[in-house]
């Protein structure tokens, strides 16, 4: 087969402007099929996305049915559909730790804006406006959008719009074992040290003053994969709880599914978040979607206050997305892939550690399910980080990219905590043939770049 015709200039403004983006022209199953005609496992669904490959029938067939039904209803007008009551039912008709309503919108960063802006609407509609203020944590990402970049704490993101983003944001240390634990320290320890930050913190703002905790289950971009310390998610949800604020995750990178259970939170004796943002996994690539869950507490606000929510986008639950995102999930439930997730993710955690974490250059190997992370470091030991700009979990990922492996490189330069990880999270379809693959390419590929540092 020759080349596919790649047209010679781009309009497109690319991430990397000096960079010719690699032109995918089609896929089987979990593979990524370029217009050289190279390959490329894609390992890490793109931004953890595509959880069920790339070829899926049944997902064409159901959006094609909606959209030859009906295309487009504006929820802001009172409408609604099929595929959207359907989603709604199959992520929530379980009620799971309370959650009952669902909003759908196109991004994770929109499902973010929606979440901060429900628990404000949540303490306004109870007569509590002096709750404007959001505890998030230091090294985090929710998003790009100025409402979901203002509680990012990532500094080199946020930079030259500072200026842009709310003053009513605060952050706290987050649970990150492998940098933020002491040495000597336990678990235990470590994690009254992090709830006493987190009282002080809403000590030092005025309890009384904050609207939500905002907090990722497992921590994605920002800390590759970082999982908390036994009981720290119980620990918030207490603090929450005894000052009124409401606690949001964001499981828009974690949740639907990539750590084993439909949402991570699952896994850390929780009954909940009052409010829950999801994406990536929901729709599994096939079209932009992502949601905001909320409790009945929530709800019961708006429903006994104005009755209104105030917040809504022209795109909310459109159709056609909400027919392909509910195709996706009926897929997962169907073929039982958290089954799947769990076996090959102890597959690919073992791999890991056995084949990936002796390397000279790699400092930890954390994660859960399907879902982890590798962090580089220039000295093993001391776990001293790569210089900040070396961006060496890029030049892994160029390298991966070039035998066929595609995983995310989250360089991390601007961020506080000096992180350079490289995040595997393969399709929740993968096989053990997939996962032996991936790891072994991947070895190669951090060997390549080791060589090359010597
Ligand atoms: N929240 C988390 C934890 C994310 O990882 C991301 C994106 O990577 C977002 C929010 C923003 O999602 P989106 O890029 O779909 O706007």
């Given at each position: ?114 979440a901060l802006k429900l628990a404000r609407q949540y303490h306004c509609e109870r007569g509590d406006m002096k709750r404007i203020h959001y505890i998030s944590r230091?090294?985090?990402?929710h ?8 509680v ?14 709310s003053?009513n944001v605060s952050f706290v ?21 992090l709830t006493?930050g987190i009282e002080e913190e809403f000590q030092r703002v005025g309890a009384d003053k904050v609207a939500a905790f905002v907090a ?16 720290y998610f119980k620990a918030v949800r207490e603090v929450c709880n005894k000052y009124g604020a409401l606690m949001i995750l964001d ?19 929780i009954t909940g978040p009052d409010i829950q ?17 909320m409790n009945?507490k929530v709800?019961?606000a ?153």
């Amino acid at each position: 087969m020759a080349p596919a015709a790649v047209p010679q200039q781009s309009n497109i403004l690319h991430r990397v402007l000096a960079d010719k983006p690699h032109h995918a022209v089609s896929s089987s199953g979990i593979n990524i099929h370029l217009a050289n005609l190279h390959n490329v496992i894609d390992a890490a669904g793109g931004a953890s996305v595509a959880v069920l490959g790339h070829t899926q029938p049944s997902v064409i067939e159901a959006l094609t049915k909606q959209m030859t039904d009906i295309s487009y209803v504006y929820s802001g007008a009172g409408y609604s559909s099929n595929s959207a009551e359907e989603l709604a039912s199959l992520i929530l008709s379980e009620k799971p730790g309370g959650l009952c309503k669902a909003i759908f919108v196109c991004s994770g960063s929109e499902a973010m804006e929606c979440a901060l802006k429900l628990a404000r609407q949540y303490h306004c509609e109870r007569g509590d406006m002096k709750r404007i203020h959001y505890i998030s944590r230091k090294n985090s990402y929710h998003g790009n959008t100025l409402g979901a970049l203002g509680v990012s704490g990532h500094p080199g993101r946020r930079a030259i719009y500072e200026d842009m983003l709310s003053k009513n944001v605060s952050f706290v240390e987050p649970c990150y074992v492998y940098r933020g634990k002491k040495e000597g320290e336990d678990d235990k320890a470590y994690l009254e040290r992090l709830t006493a930050g987190i009282e002080e913190e809403f000590q030092r703002v005025g309890a009384d003053k904050v609207a939500a905790f905002v907090a990722e289950t497992v921590s994605g971009a920002s800390l590759g994969c970082a999982t908390a310390v036994s009981g720290y998610f119980k620990a918030v949800r207490e603090v929450c709880n005894k000052y009124g604020a409401l606690m949001i995750l964001d499981e828009v990178m974690c949740g639907m599914g990539k750590t084993g259970t439909l949402h991570a939170w699952q896994q850390e004796g929780i009954t909940g978040p009052d409010i829950q943002t999801v994406a990536k996994a929901l729709g599994g690539g096939f079209v932009p979607i992502g949601g905001v869950l909320m409790n009945q507490k929530v709800v019961d606000a708006l429903a006994s206050g104005t009755g209104i929510l105030q917040h809504g986008h022209t795109y909310q639950a459109h159709p056609g997305a909400c027919a392909a995102a509910a195709e996706v999930q009926k897929i997962i439930k169907r073929d039982n892939l958290m089954q799947n997730v769990m076996e090959q993710g102890k597959l690919l955690e073992k791999l890991l550690k056995e084949t990936v974490l002796p390397l000279k250059i790699v400092g930890d190997v954390r994660g859960r399910g399907l879902y982890w992370g590798v962090e580089l470091v220039s000295d093993k030991e001391t776990k001293r980080p790569f210089d900040r700009g070396m961006a060496v979990s890029s030049k892994v990922g160029a390298s991966a990219m070039a035998l066929g492996l595609g995983v995310l490189p989250t360089p991390g330069a601007g961020s506080e905590a000096p992180v350079d990880i490289l995040i595997v999270s393969p399709p929740y379809v993968v096989t053990e043939q997939d996962v032996r693959s991936i790891v072994g390419i991947l070895k190669a590929a951090i060997e390549d770049i080791t060589r090359t540092l010597e």
